[in-house]
């Protein structure tokens, strides 16, 4: 069984900073490319493209809403894909999910396994 499981989302104010960490079981970390997505409030259906990173952490992708802020990194002898969020906005507010998949595209359909979710909340 495939499990991903998302931690280090909370409460802050603009401007700070947040880490978020996924831990992958189940599957051969190393030969999945890893995605997070965000689903802000009263967005039910839609899971935005926020980062990806391929198998070896050589090739990483952002959207252009947190490019410069946000850094996705992995470390494949922990199973563990992080989220390095800088800057913070309250637009950032969302809930957060991991993704794993083959390949790094940005769209939440190319991928096959996905977390629970961690709440990122961003106050003015």
């Known amino acids: 069984q495939v499990n991903l499981v998302e931690s280090g989302g909370g409460l802050v104010q603009t401007g700070d900073s947040l880490r978020l960490s996924c831990v992958v079981s189940?599957?051969?970390?190393?030969?999945?490319?890893m995605a997070w997505f965000r689903q802000a409030p009263g967005k039910e259906r839609e899971r935005d493209f926020v980062?990806?990173?391929?198998?070896?952490?050589?090739?990483?992708y952002y959207d252009a809403s947190v490019q410069g802020r946000f850094i996705i990194s992995r470390d494949n002898t922990k199973n563990t894909v992080y989220l390095q969020m800088n800057s913070l906005k309250p637009e950032d507010t969302a809930a957060y999910y991991c993704?794993?998949?083959?390949?790094?595209?940005?769209?939440?359909?190319?991928?096959?396994?996905w977390g629970q979710g961690t709440q990122v909340t961003v106050s003015s």
């Open positions: 993704a794993a998949g083959r390949f790094h595209w940005r769209t939440s359909n190319d991928y096959d396994y």
């Open positions: 189940g599957l051969t970390f190393r030969d999945v490319a």
């Open positions: 980062a990806t990173i391929d198998w070896s952490g050589g090739h990483r």
